[in-house]
């Protein structure tokens, strides 16, 4: 094991959340219709360079679309669908067996209202679009395609867009789904590939169209190919609340084997990984950042990746050339600065 470096990191994200329309990986809702999310099961893998995201959709209920939006890290290569039991089989290494459950890629097209469709896929009963663009911006697309916006959307669309204006956009279709035969609790698994420099988990977004003293329980699986490094750094189990550390240990290889066995897996190391376990127990109003992860073996996971720091952008001087005589006068001034302060040092 190459634990003091870990450059080719694969982490590998689960998150199970109790019943309700906007208890997980999604907040965009129809607040008229009578399908509500079960719970949204999510993978994140990270191996050369390239991101694999898989979540899965369960529905209860029927006679109305939802909808939900995922925050990404980038812009996916391929949306595809997933294998059936990759998600239930990581739970079943940590607690007893759960029970669980192909679209192809359209060209890019424009979007309404500033935001940019840059796919569109069908998924069983699922259509997937990716969208780019600010939390203003997807979020008046939202309303504009028949989805209404929780209270706190804004703001948190805006805090991710703020780092990645990429975002996965999901509407059950229940027609399509009784066509498919597909019956109450049936879930549908998604997988993204996403080229990132670093991975990172997206947690704010589980309290989302919450209370702020509502509960949240997550379950967050690591594979990487050393220790990891995770910013939050994450408690003990005594501590009883927060993100809580349950197990850090060698993968075991059944568990490699299991997963990779399954469809569109296979980029799984088969050996020499390491299986960490992270509990999530906590409220909305407390679960206010993401989990980051460093990929580069510098051991130096990202503040603004975790949400905990705002990142800072000059203005772009192509979309606003009032800029340029301000950036001009202070390199100018800059410059004068250190000419005043080469003549003082020599005189």
């Given amino acids: 094991m190459k634990r003091g470096s870990w450059l080719g990191v694969t982490a590998v994200f689960l998150v199970l959340v109790s019943a309700g329309p906007a208890s997980a990986c999604g907040g965009l809702v129809n607040p008229n219709g009578t399908v509500s999310l079960v719970r949204t099961t999510t993978m994140v893998g990270y191996v050369d360079g390239v991101e694999h995201y898989v979540t899965s959709f369960e529905f209860a209920g029927g006679g109305a679309e939802f909808g939900s939006i995922v925050p990404l890290p980038g812009v996916p290569s391929k949306v595809e669908r997933a294998g059936d039991w990759t998600l239930q089989r990581l739970v ?78 999901a509407r059950f279709d229940p027609a399509a789904a009784a066509a498919d035969g597909q019956n109450v609790g049936d879930g549908t698994p998604v997988h993204l590939t996403i ?9 704010r977004i589980l309290g989302l169209g919450l209370g702020r003293e509502a509960s949240v329980e997550a379950d967050v699986f690591l594979l990487t190919e050393g220790i990891p490094e995770m910013l939050p750094a994450p408690a003990q189990p005594s501590d009883r609340d927060g993100l809580l550390l349950e197990r850090s240990e060698e993968a075991p290889r059944a568990l490699l084997s299991d997963l990779r066995s399954d469809k569109g897996m296979q980029w799984i190391p088969a050996s020499d990984m390491w299986f ?43 979309d606003d050339a009032s800029f340029t005589p301000w950036l001009v006068a202070f390199l100018v001034g800059v410059g004068a600065l250190a000419l005043s302060k080469y003549a003082w040092d020599r005189a």
Wanted: hydrophobic share 40%.
């Fill in 92 to 169: 079943e290494e940590v607690q007893p067996p759960v029970a669980l459950e192909d679209g192809a890629e359209a060209a890019a097209t424009a979007g309404s209202a500033g935001a940019q469709v840059l796919l569109e896929t069908r998924i069983d009963a699922l259509d997937i679009t990716i969208l780019k663009g600010g939390g203003d911006e997807v979020g008046r697309w939202a309303r504009e395609n028949g989805f209404s916006l929780t209270p706190d959307a804004p703001e948190v669309l805006d805090f991710y867009a703020q780092r990645s204006p990429v975002f996965m956009a």
């Fill in 195 to 203: 080229p990132t420099p670093n991975p990172w988990v997206p947690l």
């Fill in 276 to 318: 960490t376990y992270l509990r999530i127990d906590t409220t909305a109003g407390a679960l206010d950042h993401d989990l980051a992860i460093d990929a580069t073996g510098r051991s130096d996971p990202s503040p603004v990746a975790a949400g905990l720091a705002t990142p800072v952008r000059l203005p772009d001087l192509d």
